[in-house]
């Protein structure tokens, strides 16, 4: 008898082993994992954690991003410190939902997490921006707020060190100034207000030498320029860009913004 059920047993482990559990590879899942965790995105009733930006915006409502300890520890190696090092940021006391309060916007917490998350940025739509006016909802906005905001997040993944974030948006941002070349200056104000932002400042400065008409001209396909009015003019900071020694112009605005 027992002879027999290791012979059952083997043949058993055998037709597994060889492939013959199709139900368990299939792409729903295989996708399964992937799924569940971004279905927690969000969930305040799940939620162990809040991040309360401290930066204000008129624009951003946001007061209150939830989030996932593990998860934010597992993704990155800042908040894993943060929240489980010695030197934690944060007192629990068996709460069972603590505050952590962050240099960033809103916004810019909720990009963060919801990659984090998901490993995306699906909320941030950069087809549907529009070149200039103003948002018609909460969620919309224009390209250049757009480039604003990726630039913001691309310090906090930095911070935070999640690198294939700050990759991703890198990519972005130089594809959005390959098509849009204007929105260089915005990207290049941005990030020269940031200590991590020295990498995009040179790409930015870079495109606005390649195309500097298109970047820094006030029409753009019939829409104002970026940071301008019809008659009005580009900002100071920009319009030296102009006067023949960018180099100087642009290690200017870095030294003044750090």
């Given amino acids: 008898a027992k002879t027999t059920m290791i012979s059952v047993m083997t043949s058993s482990l055998s037709s597994y082993s060889s492939g013959d559990s199709s139900s368990t590879t299939t792409p729903t899942m295989a996708n399964t994992l992937l799924l569940d965790i971004k279905s927690l995105l969000n969930d305040e009733d799940i939620a162990d954690i809040s991040l309360i930006p401290e930066t204000t915006n008129e624009n951003d409502a946001i007061t209150a991003v939830p989030a996932i300890k593990a998860i934010l520890a597992a993704r990155s190696p800042v908040f894993r410190r943060m929240l489980y090092g010695e030197f934690r940021e944060t007192q629990s006391n068996n709460q069972e939902n603590v505050e952590v309060k962050l240099d960033y916007s809103g916004r810019v917490l909720q990009l963060l997490v919801e990659f984090m998350f998901t490993d995306q940025l699906t909320s941030l739509n950069i087809d549907s921006g529009t070149t200039g006016g103003t948002s018609t ?34 990519v972005k941002l130089n594809a959005l100034m390959l098509e849009h070349p204007s929105l260089a200056c915005a990207i290049l104000d941005e990030s020269s207000k940031m200590i991590s932002g020295e990498e995009l400042v040179l790409i930015a400065m870079e495109r606005v030498r390649a195309r500097p008409k298109a970047a820094l001209l006030h029409w753009n396909l019939g829409v104002p320029a970026l940071g301008g009015t019809n008659n009005g003019p580009v900002s100071p900071t920009f319009a030296t860009i102009t006067a023949g020694n960018s180099g100087v112009a642009a290690g200017s605005a870095w030294g003044e913004k750090g």
């Fill in 137 to 170: 909802d909460s969620n919309s906005c224009t390209l250049e707020e757009k480039a604003r905001l990726l630039t913001n997040l691309s310090g906090a993944a930095h911070y935070f060190d999640i690198p294939k974030l700050e990759n991703d948006i890198k």
